[in-house]
Nanobody, 125 residues
């Protein structure tokens, strides 16, 4: 069983930047696609970004493309999300997730089998 722990959330002004981290343990991190999702109050969980096991393929949700960057460090079992040009619509709980199946891409909720507890990001106007 894999454990995922997000950190780095907080309060930021619109136009600012924030960096999230997700530390993992309990499974061979380097063989699984990792992803970030977010969920705002009253809304469904939304895909933010994913990165394949080797870091060669990156995918982004349409609303964050060009502003957010996902990366990973397989040496320390951590995935990151750098968020630039934040706006109030980015306010949400951000979740880290690990794919269910090794060596397979993943971009939708059902592709992922393990989730962190989330970290709150609040963007003020």
């Amino acid at each position: 069983q894999v454990q995922l722990v997000e950190s780095g959330g907080g309060l930021v002004q619109a136009g600012g930047s924030l960096s999230l981290s997700c530390a993992t343990s309990g499974r061979t991190f380097s063989t699984y696609t990792m992803g970030w999702f977010r969920q705002a109050p009253g809304k469904e969980r939304e895909f933010v970004a994913s990165i394949t096991w080797s870091g060669t393929i990156l995918n982004y949700g349409g609303s964050v493309k060009g502003r957010f960057t996902i990366s990973r460090n397989n040496a320390n079992n951590t995935v990151y999300l750098l968020m630039n040009s934040l706006n109030v619509e980015d306010t949400a709980v951000y979740y880290c997730a690990a794919a269910k199946v090794p060596f397979r891409g993943a971009t939708i909720v059902t592709d992922f089998g393990s989730w962190g507890r989330g970290t709150q990001v609040f963007v003020s106007s």
